[in-house]
C-alpha cells in the first residue's frame, strides 16, 4: 500500500465519521471514514470495508451540497455520500474519470450526431430502400395472391364510388371486341378481367390480378374508340409491369411488407392500401411514363395513334388538371400531349371499332347494371 493521506472531520453520522457508505446489499446507512492511498480506502471503526480504483469512480444524481458517487466494481447500489466540500474536492480531484458517463459538449454533439444519423438512415430508407423492396418483390407475388388483393380492392372502389358493372349486352359485346385486341396486341400472356363501372367519375384503372376498369364518366367524355383504347392500353401497361403491386407495397411501407413476407395482407391492410393507392394515384411520374410508352407501343402494334388518348385526358382535366378526379393526379396532360403528338404515325390500321360498336359501347350504362 502506498503512502495514505487521511483526513478527519464530521459528517454528522458518528464520531470522526466523514462520509455515509450504503454498501448496496442492505439499506444501512454506515458512517465511515475514508483515506486516499493508491485507492480510496472505506473504513468503518477502523477496518477496511471497501477500496474503490479511483479511475471506477463516478459521480451520481445528488442534491446540492452533497457528492454522491459509485464505483463500477462494487455491487450496483453501493453509494458514498461525501458533505465536506474540502474532501469532496480531494476525491474528485483524483477520480479522472468521474464524470466520464455525463454528458459534457463533446457527449451533447455526439447523441446529435448519431441523431442527425439515424434521421437520414430513416429517410434514406423511405426514399430509397422501401421503393427498391418494392421494385424487387412486387414482380414476386404470387399471381393467386395478386387475384384475392384485387378482389378486395374491386370491392373497396365499387362502395367507395358507389359503382355497378354496366350491363348492357351490346355495349358489352362491343367493350370485349376493343379489350380484346388491345390484349393481342399487347402480348399480354396473363388472364384479364376488365368492365365498364357505373360512376360519373372519368377514369380508368388497373388492380392487380389483372384487372382493369373502365368508368362511365370517361366514356362519356370520350370522342372515339382510339381514345378509350389508349387509355385501356396504359392501364394494361400498369398491369403489364406489375406497378399496382408496387404502388400497394410503397405506399403500406415496412407494415406492408412485413405483411407481405407473413401473408398478413387479405384483410383490412389490403383494402386501405389499395384504396389509397388509387384514391390518391400514387403511381410515380416513372411508372406513369412508362405505362404511356407501353400504350404507344400497343397503338402502333394496331397501326393507330396514340395522340387522341392524351387529348381525352387533356380534355378531362383542362389545362391546370383541376377538379375532382384521380387524372388529375397523373403526370401534367400538356406534358402527355406534346408526347403523344411526338409519337403520331400515320393510321394505317383497321378501325378498332364499327361505328354501331362505338355507339353501343357509349351505352353500355344505359341499361340496368349489375353488381
Keep these: 500500500m502506498g503512502a495514505m493521506d487521511s483526513v478527519q472531520g464530521d459528517s454528522g453520522g458518528a464520531t470522526g465519521a466523514q462520509a455515509l457508505y450504503f454498501d448496496g446489499l442492505s439499506n444501512t446507512r454506515r458512517p465511515v471514514t475514508i483515506a486516499f492511498s493508491d485507492q480510496l480506502d472505506i473504513r468503518q471503526d477502523g477496518s477496511i470495508v471497501a477500496r474503490w480504483a479511483y479511475?471506477?469512480?463516478?459521480?451520481?444524481?445528488?442534491?446540492?451540497?452533497?457528492?454522491?458517487?459509485?464505483?463500477?466494481?462494487?455491487?450496483p447500489l453501493?453509494?458514498?455520500?461525501?458533505?465536506?466540500?474540502?474532501?469532496?474536492?480531494?476525491?474528485?480531484?483524483?477520480?479522472t474519470e468521474l464524470d466520464a458517463h455525463h454528458l459534457g459538449r463533446r457527449g451533447v454533439a455526439r447523441i446529435v450526431g448519431w441523431s442527425l444519423a439515424a434521421a437520414i438512415s430513416i429517410i434514406v430508407v423511405v426514399l430509397f430502400g422501401v421503393p427498391l423492396a418494392a421494385d424487387r418483390l412486387a414482380p414476386l407475388v404470387p399471381k393467386a395472391l395478386e387475384r384475392r388483393i384485387g378482389d378486395a380492392a374491386e370491392a373497396q372502389i365499387k362502395g367507395l364510388f358507389g359503382a355497378k358493372v354496366c350491363?348492357?349486352?351490346?355495349?358489352?359485346a362491343a367493350f370485349s371486341t376493343l379489350v380484346n385486341r388491345l390484349h393481342a396486341a399487347a402480348g399480354f400472356d396473363g388472364p384479364l378481367e376488365s368492365a365498364v363501372l357505373s360512376t360519373s367519375v372519368p377514369n380508368a384503372f388497373a388492380l392487380p390480378g389483372g384487372k382493369v376498369f373502365l368508368l362511365k364518366g370517361l366514356?362519356?367524355?370520350a370522342e372515339s374508340p382510339d381514345e378509350i383504347a389508349g387509355v385501356l392500353a396504359?392501364?394494361?401497361?400498369?398491369?403489364?409491369?406489375?406497378?399496382?403491386?408496387?404502388?400497394?407495397?410503397?405506399?403500406?411501407?415496412?407494415?406492408?411488407?412485413?405483411?407481405l413476407l407473413f401473408g398478413?395482407?387479405?384483410?383490412?391492410?389490403?383494402?386501405?392500401?389499395?384504396?389509397?393507392s388509387l384514391v390518391e394515384a400514387s403511381y410515380s411520374r416513372e411508372a406513369e411514363e412508362g405505362a404511356d410508352t407501353f400504350a404507344i407501343e400497343v397503338m402502333r402494334a394496331l397501326g393507330r395513334s396514340?395522340?387522341?388518348?392524351?387529348?381525352?385526358?387533356?380534355?378531362v382535366t383542362g389545362k391546370e388538371g383541376s377538379g375532382f378526379t384521380i387524372l388529375s393526379s397523373h403526370p401534367l396532360t400538356e406534358d402527355r400531349l406534346a408526347r403523344m403528338g411526338k409519337e403520331e404515325r400515320p393510321?394505317?390500321?383497321?378501325?378498332?371499332?364499327?361505328?354501331?360498336?362505338?355507339?353501343?359501347?357509349?351505352?353500355?350504362?344505359?341499361s340496368a347494371a349489375k353488381t
Design 55 to 75: 479511475s471506477d469512480i463516478r459521480r451520481s444524481d445528488s442534491p446540492a451540497g452533497i457528492l454522491r458517487v459509485a464505483c463500477l466494481s462494487a455491487p
Design 78 to 95: 453501493a453509494r458514498l455520500e461525501i458533505r465536506d466540500a474540502t474532501l469532496a474536492a480531494k476525491l474528485a480531484s483524483r477520480s
Design 167 to 172: 350491363g348492357d349486352r351490346e355495349g358489352q
Design 219 to 221: 366514356l362519356e367524355k
Design 234 to 259: 396504359h392501364e394494361l401497361g400498369h398491369v403489364k409491369h406489375h406497378d399496382n403491386m408496387r404502388a400497394l407495397i410503397h405506399n403500406g411501407g415496412t407494415s406492408f411488407l412485413v405483411g
Design 264 to 276: 398478413d395482407i387479405t384483410g383490412s391492410g389490403a383494402l386501405i392500401f389499395a384504396s389509397r
Design 306 to 315: 396514340p395522340k387522341p388518348m392524351a387529348e381525352l385526358m387533356f380534355r
Design 347 to 366: 393510321v394505317t390500321g383497321a378501325p378498332l371499332l364499327t361505328a354501331e360498336e362505338w355507339k353501343a359501347l357509349k351505352a353500355i350504362c344505359g
